[in-house]
T-cell receptor, first 112, second 112 residues
Framework: GEDVEQSLFLSVREGDSSVINCTYT??????LYWYKQEPGAGLQLLTY?????DMKQDQRLTVLLNKKDKHLSLRIADTQTGDSAIYFC????????????FGGGTRLMVKP | DAGITQSPRYKITETGRQVTLMCHQT?????MFWYRQDLGHGLRLIYY???????DKGEVPDGYVVSRSKTENFPLTLESATRSQTSVYFC???????????FGQGTRLTVV
């Protein structure tokens, strides 16, 4: 199966770290992605990780991948109110034409 | 304007009517995609196209028709709209299936 699951909601205080989690079921995934959707807008790619990597860091963003547990996380350091959005994880699967399969999205609310 | 644009942004239609959502991209990307976004389901792929005149079904194609006569356009038609097709529709494009997908702003469709 190609299920990608995320928790629905996360609330943090400004300045704290946020950790958004995602689990997937297909071990054939090639890349795993994190997209951000702000209100009324389309999705923007935040970062991605190749499936043979364990970690990727990009400024305030850290992606951790545990292939054994099929678990992906996105850590946002020093979370700001502008980080409030819906975050989607997605996987591309090599034997499905690399089409993206999205999770349901996690709504991050950052309180001042 | 450069980028990927969808029209209309908002549409209300009646059950049984035919409605077409437009998508236009200026990058000459090979791949184009249509997703629908519903609460609890995240984004689900309706149809995609790997090149002009090549289209294929995604996860939820029933009730939809697409065409790709030109690389830059990928219209999505609901032949006989149903209330279950009330959703937000996103078009996306990418150079290849594994490359970053760029999303349009979305079309909010309400079927009454």
């Amino acid at each position: 199966g190609e299920d990608v699951e995320q928790s629905l909601f996360l609330s943090v205080r400004e300045g704290d770290s946020s950790v958004i989690n995602c689990t997937y079921t297909d071990s054939s995934s090639t890349y795993l992605y994190w997209y951000k959707q702000e209100p009324g807008a389309g999705l923007q790619l935040l970062t991605y990780i190749f499936s043979n990597m364990d970690m990727k860091q990009d400024q305030r963003l850290t992606v951790l991948l545990n292939k054994k547990d099929k678990h992906l996380s996105l850590r946002i350091a020093d979370t700001q109110t502008g980080d409030s959005a819906i975050y989607f994880c997605a996987e591309s699967i090599w034997n499905a034409g690399n089409m993206l399969t999205f999770g349901g999205g996690t709504r991050l609310m950052v309180k001042p | 304007d450069a980028g990927i644009t969808q029209s209309p942004r908002y549409k209300i239609t009646e059950t049984g009517r035919q409605v077409t959502l437009m998508c236009h991209q200026t990058w000459s990307h090979s791949y184009m995609f249509w997703y629908r976004q519903d609460l609890g389901h995240g984004l689900r792929l309706i149809y995609y196209s790997a090149a002009a005149d090549i289209t294929d079904k995604g996860e939820v194609p029933d009730g939809y028709v697409v065409s790709r006569s030109k690389t830059e356009n990928f219209p999505l038609t609901l032949e006989s709209a149903t209330r279950s097709q009330t959703s937000v529709y996103f078009c996306a494009s990418s150079e290849s299936a594994a490359d970053e997908a760029f999303f349009g702003q979305g079309t909010r469709l309400t079927v009454v």
